[in-house]
């Protein structure tokens, strides 16, 4: 026979970011952080996870059609490692359990947004592995004990096994077991919160956050400075905005942090640029829109590369998605790729 599960994991978009391994192994993180999770109607990923006895000997996984090597993929192999573990820990205890931890697994995942888009697709991949395989063995762990597993796939994908606002806490321990993610708050706590996609280059990362990150902990003196005495404060008030839904300082904290997420990489030696010009009229689009207003709308944040997420409030979408859509089409000097817009919930 057969066992099967499916389940899908969305996007997080970090507003206090991820940037620094104290563990290059395990993904543990030099600085907490903090994201948005947005609906998984916008951008999801799809994985089922099934494993039988008749299947051949190997583990397999594919990825939005392609056969992958897992044998090559330290992260994937932890994660099916940590997971196989606590199945076989079941199975000891309970002779009536089937023993699928003996089995090999079929994994196939897929994506509801294009690959080449440069978005945080690892988060949702690793999340969505996780819960999937989590599912098919019944396992008892919460989504943040399942964060710790999550995490050694990619950082940012401890992130994503929860909805609304999450804090993943860098943890202080050597083998990772409080370096865990938690919800801040609920969707429900802030309806109105919206972000808007915009792919401002369809073209694969200059340098990937794996290897961008260490460069930057090897050489940059900024660098430990915003680990230290940056982001604790900025972890501080944006979970304080976030409780009392002050969109004027979650905005100004959002892009502080973006911004020195961005001067640590241009810190860096030899120096990292994620964000290009398009990036860059995007971001004085935000503060034109934000001084016309006369007030906070709109906060972009930029990834380790150079599209902008856009966060508002929905009674602003006009004002924000419009402009937007309107002023930073494919007809902005400088537009190097795709347009592709999608807005999302926070899920
Ligand atoms: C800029 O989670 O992709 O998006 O742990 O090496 O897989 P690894 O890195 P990854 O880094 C994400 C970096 C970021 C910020 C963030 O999401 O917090």
Known sequence: SVYRATTTAPVNIAVIKYWGKRDTTLNL????????????????????????????????????????????????????????????????????????????????????????????????????????????????QSPKDLSRIARQGSGSACRSLMGGYVAWRTGELADGSDSLAEEVAPASHWPEMRAIVLVVSAEKKDVPSTEGMQTTVATSALFAERAQNVVPERMAAIETAIQNRNFHDFAEITMRDSNTFHATCLDSWPPIFYMNDVSRAAVRLVHDINRVAGRTVCAYTFDAGPNAVIYYEDKDSEVVAGTVKAILGPNTEGWDGAFYERVANVT
Do not use: M
Not at 34 to 51: I, P
Not at 76 to 84: D, E, H, K, V
Not at 93 to 116: C, Y
């Open 29 to 140: 993180p030099t600085n907490s952080s903090l994201s948005v999770t947005l609906s998984q109607r916008s951008l999801r990923t799809l994985t089922t996870a099934s494993c039988s006895a008749e299947y051949p000997p190997a583990d397999t996984l594919n990825l939005n059609g392609s056969p992958q090597d897992i044998q090559s993929s330290k992260r994937t192999l932890a994660c099916i490692s940590n997971l196989r573990a606590l199945r076989k820990a079941l199975e000891d205890a309970d002779s009536s359990l089937p023993k699928l931890s003996a089995h090999p697994l079929r994994i196939v995942s897929e994506n509801n947004f294009p690959t080449a888009a440069g978005l945080a697709s690892s988060a949702a991949g690793f999340a969505a592995l996780v819960r999937a395989v989590a599912d098919l063995y019944e396992l008892p």
